[in-house]
């Protein structure tokens, strides 16, 4: 499979994650396939997603990272840190209360990527 991401892929996904040294594995065995048919892996959009528990959390997306403010932020900057080009957020629950909580933990991710 990772020949033919190698060669005829645009894109490279992989979800859910509560740590993103699996996925940073997972990106060294890709960037390797591309490698073996010349291609340069740059070339090659890498996403990943995970699951954050909020207030209320009910289990609905299981293996959701939970924590402070803060902890959330930094947990999102560590999939930031290991190159890849999207993140997808499944948040639970999923209500209109816990995206609104979500803007202050973007604004803490934005202030930690900003360096």
Known sequence: M???IARHADAWNTTWHQDPAPVAA??????????AVGRDS???IRT????????????????????TVAEKAAWLD???????????????????????????VVSAYDALAAG
């Open 2 to 4: 990772l020949q033919l």
């Open 26 to 35: 997972a990106m060294e065995l890709v960037d390797a396939a591309c490698l």
């Open 42 to 44: 740059r070339s090659l």
């Open 48 to 67: 990943a997603g995970g699951n954050l528990a909020m207030a209320g959390y009910h289990g609905a997306r299981p293996h959701a990272f939970d924590g």
């Open 78 to 104: 560590g999939f930031r840190q290991i190159g890849l080009d999207h993140f997808v957020i499944g948040l639970d629950p999923a209500t209109p209360a816990s995206l609104a909580a979500f803007a202050e």
